[in-house]
């Protein structure tokens, strides 16, 4: 048996500060949108490189304030790139935790954390 790739559903619930946090600040890129009519909650795919996420405004999906972990292979260059933008609302830093690695973490207008997180 083996499993597959997984694809995390973080709540949302407002569209625009949802597409200003992904897809401007932090580059990911919208794969699809779907709506069972127009005047529904959005249930939206973004992603960027490898990284797959699954954004919801439905209720039943998931819960705000979720946590993930996103390996990245060059956070010194994500941190400048997300830096040089000089976003209002997040601001982060590289920081070392005593497991090793190092970890770059941002919130969500939800409260949902997702954690860069490199091996060195």
């Not at 959005?42 to 819960?63: A, F, P, Q, T, W």
């Not at 970890?103 to 409260?111: F, I, L, Q």
Request: hydrophobic share 35%; net charge negative; aromatic share 10%.
């Amino acid at each position: 048996m083996t499993l597959g790739q997984i694809t995390p559903i973080l709540r949302s619930f407002d569209e625009a500060k949802a597409r200003e946090f992904y897809i401007d600040f932090l580059g990911f890129t919208i794969d699809w949108e779907h709506r069972f009519e127009p005047n529904a909650p959005l249930y939206m795919g973004v992603s960027r490189g490898d990284c797959v996420l699954h954004l919801s405004e439905h209720h039943g999906d998931c819960s705000p304030g979720g946590a993930i972990r996103i390996a990245c292979d060059d956070i010194d260059a994500y941190h400048a790139e997300l830096t040089a933008k000089n976003y209002k609302y997040a601001k982060p830093g590289i920081e070392s935790p005593p497991w090793g690695g190092r970890e770059m973490t941002v919130k969500d207008a939800a409260g949902n954390r997702l954690t860069f997180a490199s091996a060195t």
